[in-house]
């Protein structure tokens, strides 16, 4: 019947003529049964009355074993969609912690473009702020500081180079003046200025070029671009005094030293050896600075081949 009535369904949701056939014969059926049993006399209308009744009893039975056992299954799975339940339940709560605090992310990061706002306004205000000191700075380097640094350059060239120059003619000095300026001037340089010009004459020595990022990075142990920068300018600075002379490849970043000023009485590598070793020996140094110091004169000996002495 449940066959007939889905075929039913499935053409046009109309049940088949066959069901109402097969209705009609069993309500005939049972029709003739119940009038044979409620009007029939004899033994045999007695003994289908007492199978009916029968067979009755035992469906009862049956039904009531079917209902018990129903109602365990019933219970057990009800429990273990409680216990299903809380499950879930548990994790909603969860799930509403979580999306409490993606709210409180989400306030945050709506936040975020006002902030970056404010500190590109605050950025481009000190960068105006920064351009106004340059260009100040910049004119009174133009104003005052330019023209006294052509003065004093134009006097240590003609010291240096013993020339008749104006502006230097007052210091016509020999070859002990020069290098009591070139004394004076180690005397007050740096430890890495230090460290560049004995590079430097290590470099003239072996007739190597001198890689400044090479030298930045394996023997000083530094990366940042500003100490490159200084190597090179201290370089240049002591290339312009006379104490070398130093050609400057800025595609490569590398140093070519043509001439390191030695003469009998002056020994360039030795007096900055003697000043390196002043500064690695002071006992005013933080801890651990001085091994440091000592650790790089060694590494750019070890750079250029240079044994130890």
Known sequence: MKYLTQQG???????????????????????????????????????????????????????????????????????NLYVKTEEVSRQIGETLSDLGNLSTTVEKLEKIPDDIEKHLRELKE?????????????????????PKIDILFRKVGGLVNGGDSSGARDLKGSRKERETIFRYYISRSSFYGGLVLLGCCYAGKKKEKIDLKEMTSKILGEESISILWYLLGYAIASSALGI??????????????????????????????????????????????????????KSIKSYFGIEEE
Request: charged content about 25%; proline content about 1%.
């Open 9 to 79: 369904s499935e053409a046009g949701k109309k049940p088949s003529i066959h069901l109402y056939y097969l209705i009609g014969i069993g309500a005939l059926l049972l029709i003739e049964l119940v009038t044979y049993i409620l009007t029939g006399v004899g033994d045999v209308s007695r003994v289908i009355f007492d199978q009916i009744s029968f067979a009755s009893t035992i469906s009862s039975i049956l039904l009531s074993v079917i209902a018990i056992i129903y109602s365990i299954v019933s219970g057990s799975n009800g429990a």
């Open 126 to 146: 000190q960068m105006q702020r920064m351009e106004e000191v340059s260009k100040q700075t910049s004119q009174q380097l133009n104003q005052e500081v330019t």
């Open 244 to 297: 070398l002379n130093v050609e400057f490849d800025e595609e490569k970043m590398e140093l070519r030293v043509k001439e390191v000023y030695n003469v009998e009485g002056f020994d360039l590598e030795k007096e900055l050896l003697d000043f390196l070793n002043e500064v690695i020996g002071d006992k005013r140094s933080p801890e651990g600075l001085n091994s440091l110091r000592e650790q790089q004169v």
